[in-house]
């Protein structure tokens, strides 16, 4: 199976079984992770997300409900399918979660449904300016991981740089853009080509040097710096104003379910 992508990605069955065999119905499924970040390695796992769809009957009963789905399979490949109910990520998708979105747009489609359409479409409603704090915040974060490693991997550093370079998009141009290939294709870093070939054709532990680290703590300092100030001068809202369609949305799910 090809995925839905402008670069070719031959989806492993293994990946697109994992989702038809999931309990519920799936508003969506698609992939995340390296492979959606555009440097995925020989040994890179895959990452699957998505929405269910929980049956009203458990939604409005007293037993605990299955919100969150996390199944993992280390067989032919190494893969990991998480999914929540769909009331929780709409719920995530009105907080400044740029991973959610991410999930939502992301082009590497496994499952889709109509309802996973008309979705996207309200995704212009979900933006404001406050996605900036979630990137700026993964971006430390993994920064922080990044530098307490014994020997610093060049995943986690494509990671910082690519959710950087995300968040500086997100609040120029307004699109959730998560392969790193095709940000630099605009923001033009020299130096991400040669470290992502260094990742796609090493492993995920492929390392850097000491003077490697130093030289990127401060390119990170400069794109940490640059979201900063495109965050205080966007024009995206404070506040999203999709919660009515949303909710519309959930109604018509929990009622009628899916329709494809």
Known sequence: ??????????????????????????????????HLYGFASADSDWDLRGVHVLPAQQVVGLLPLEETIELARNEAIELDLVTHDVRKFFTLLLRPNGYVLEQLTSPIIVRTTPEHAALKQLVPQLLTRFHAHHYLGFAKNQWELFRKEAQPRVKPLLYTFRVLLTGIHLMREHTIEANLRTLNEVYQ???????????????????????????????????????????????LPDAPTARPALNDLLIRLRLHGLTA
């Open 189 to 235: 870093l020299p130096f991400v080509p040669e470290l992502m070939q260094r990742k796609i054709l090493g492993t995920e532990r492929e390392t850097l040097s000491p003077d490697e680290v130093q030289k990127y703590e401060a390119e990170f300092l400069k794109l940490l710096e640059r979201l900063h100030a495109d965050a205080a001068k966007t024009s």
């Open 1 to 34: 199976m090809l995925a839905e992508n402008h670069r070719t990605l031959e989806i492993p069955d293994e990946v697109v079984k994992a989702a038809h065999e999931h309990p519920y119905p799936l508003l969506f499924a698609t992939v995340s992770g390296a």
